[in-house]
């Protein structure tokens, strides 16, 4: 079991910036990868941004060049760094924790956090 506690939040104007943090607990050794999604009112989630174990990153064409995901191993925390927040990335971002598990189709589970409000006024 994984838990995810997510924070950082809040309302910006646009051109504005946010960080968000995830601080995961429980069987964190099993984590190959952390990231950010997001879903914004009549949309599905989508992937905005994720690291894996060995570091590698990638990004929604989206956010490439405004955002960037980064974490510190000894607190077990993930952070995505946004700049230049525009009123298109409102959403609720949520933290993800993907582990391998060879019983499921995919071949892999995924943790949810329970969920932070990003809103961009313009």
């Known amino acids: 079991q994984v838990q995810l506690v997510e924070s950082g939040g809040g309302l910006v104007q646009a051109g504005g910036s946010l960080r968000l943090s995830c601080a995961a607990s429980g069987s964190i050794f099993s984590i190959n990868r952390m990231g950010w999604y997001r879903q914004a009112p009549g949309k599905q989630r989508a992937l905005v941004a994720a690291i894996t174990s060995g570091g590698s990153t990638n990004y929604a064409d989206s956010v490439k060049g405004r955002f960037t995901i980064s974490r510190d191993n000894a607190k077990n925390t993930v952070y995505l760094q946004m700049n230049s927040l525009k009123p298109e990335d409102t959403a609720v971002y949520y933290c993800?924790?993907?582990?391998?598990?060879?019983?499921?189709?995919?071949?892999?589970?995924?943790?949810w956090g329970q969920g932070t409000q990003v809103t961009v006024s313009s």
């Open positions: 993800n924790a993907r582990v391998p598990n060879i019983a499921t189709i995919t071949g892999f589970y995924d943790y």
